[in-house]
């Protein structure tokens, strides 16, 4: 611990399919209401405004294959999403060139309180104590681009003990992956080690111990957590 005062908190690291070496996390951007019929069910309309993105931490991703009920909650909301993972990045990224800065993509899920999001949401405030909780953020492998290349269309699915809760495709996002590259790097520097998750299909809904949840997309396979 040369040169630190206190012992340097660990980076944290991903696995890579068919690799031993694993992926450096940065930072986690989450785009909220990325798809229209999830934006419906959540009260919204679903036009095309601009994008708005809140943060996740490094720490909050999980590969464990378990997600512990939080605590000071009694209804935590599964949402599936796809994670894209930055190899590069900058400023001013233009979208034809956006997706030369991604290194992969991985299932994922924005585990939510979504109790605690609505009384924030209510009050005006920000949602990291509904968002950004202890692994709250479930993610599989990451699957490189030089092996499935770039995902812009396939089947979203999540199932809770078997039963389809959430399906759509990665083609209906309001806001595509290059697109939320080239918004994302106007107002922030992007690097390596960033990632994105892209939002979710409609579907979202309440989680209990026990459950198991099943995520699926087209290219990436499927992967179970179990809530405990
Ligand atoms: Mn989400």
Known sequence: MSGFVIQPPEVVGLSVAGSDARYPVRRIYCIGRNY???AVEMGHD???EPPFFFQKNANNLDQSGEFPYPPHTSDVH????MAVML???GTNIHVAQALDHVFGYALSLDMTRRDLQGEQKKMGRPWEIGKAFERSAPVGPIHRVADVGHLDKGRVELKINGE???Q???DQMIWKVPEMIAYLSEYFELAAG???LSGTPAGVGPVSRGDAMELAIDGLGSMTVRVV
Request: proline share 5%.
């Open 36 to 38: 229209a019929a999830h």
């Open 46 to 48: 679903p036009d095309r």
């Open 78 to 81: 599964h949402e599936i999403e």
């Open 87 to 89: 190899k590069s990045g």
């Open 164 to 166: 389809v809760r959430q």
């Open 168 to 170: 759509g495709d990665l």
């Open 194 to 196: 960033d990632v994105i």
